[in-house]
């Protein structure tokens, strides 16, 4: 997710695709055309093609200008370096890793509660993903902003998380890391979450008014919660700063389900959208034959926008 206002953060976002270009210049190799988005695959896009680094490189042979790795965090920092080696000679960007993992299994953290514990952990985690941004040589970390506590009113949950969130803006905004907050649906996925929409993000990130803090739009999460993609985009823009991809139903790749990801590729280069997009889904077939086609899912929604740019 990226930018603005407007085209200060869209040029902003566009810098790490700009520069993975120019890297890609002075050596990597590909035999194929290299997209025209920058879509970032996963580990596990391309599973069959060996480990971390195998799908690396097999991701940026297929065209692809970046990655994105929620797990990042957790692996030693041996990995964490190799995998931003590989990204830096391959000239791919690095996307969004995930700065503080929610409890999922617990429903925890609660930052709208009056106990300060959970939001002091939060920040030492945000403390923490500074180094590891550095290390992998990204400006995105994505943040879950908790679960609701049902002996709260909601107004002030909002009003105690836009002072956490600012707090961890006030952290890495010397360091220039941007923490993006993603809503979560609650209907599929994530039952009991706090942020369950783009709309309750922007009201955030308006609270917080940090250059450090924006909305992670995970168009799969807005689509079962919401729908009206294109117009909440337009709606959110100002305060999105980062942007994942994946159908629904199922959380596959474009083309399997009912969001038409060609007019949201379509808006978002009229937009001039320079940033990540990360397919934050599975394959909706297993093997290779399912890696193909995920392959020519993004082809095709490219090809929207090469052929419109």
């Keep these: 997710m990226t930018p603005?206002?407007?085209?200060?953060?869209?040029?902003?976002?566009?810098?790490?695709l700009a520069a993975s270009a120019a890297a890609a210049q002075r050596g990597a190799t590909s035999n194929a055309a290299r997209f025209s988005l920058g879509f970032a695959p996963h580990e596990g896009s391309f599973k069959s093609r060996g480990g971390l680094l195998e799908q690396i490189a097999f991701a940026a042979d297929q065209g692809f200008r970046a990655w994105e790795d929620n797990e990042a965090k957790a692996r030693p920092?041996?990995?964490q370096e190799a995998m931003a080696k590989a990204l830096q000679q391959r000239g791919m960007a690095m996307g969004v890793f995930v700065a503080s993992m929610p409890r999922w299994s617990e429903f925890r953290p609660i930052f709208g509660s009056d106990d300060g514990a959970e939001r002091e952990a939060f920040l030492a985690d945000v403390r923490a993903s500074i180094e590891v941004a550095k290390r992998l040589n990204t400006q995105r970390a994505t943040v879950v902003t908790g679960f609701l506590d049902p002996r709260v009113p909601v107004e002030i949950q909002t009003a105690r998380v836009i002072d956490l969130m600012r707090r961890a803006g006030d952290i890495v905004a010397p360091s220039g890391l941007v923490l993006v907050m993603e809503p979560l649906n609650t209907r599929v996925n994530h039952?009991?979450?706090?942020m369950?929409?783009?709309?309750a993000g922007y009201a955030v990130a308006r609270g917080v008014n940090s250059p450090g803090i924006k909305i992670l739009a995970d168009c799969y999460h807005e689509q079962i919660q919401s729908g009206n993609l294109i117009n909440s985009l337009g709606t959110c823009w100002d305060e999105i700063g980062?942007?994942?991809?994946?159908?629904?139903?199922g959380r596959n790749e474009p083309g399997t389900g009912e969001i038409n990801y060609a007019n949201v590729v379509r808006w978002l280069r009229e937009k001039r959208y320079a940033g990540v997009i990360g397919m934050e889904h599975g394959n909706a077939r297993e093997g290779r034959a399912g890696e193909e086609r995920l392959i020519a899912a993004y082809r095709a929604i490219d090809r929207v926008a090469g052929e419109e740019a």
């Design 242 to 249: 980062y942007i994942q991809f994946g159908d629904n139903p």
């Design 196 to 199: 369950q929409s783009w709309s």
């Design 191 to 194: 039952p009991h979450v706090y």
């Design 4 to 16: 603005t206002r407007r085209s200060l953060i869209a040029a902003g976002a566009a810098l790490p």
């Design 77 to 79: 920092v041996v990995q």
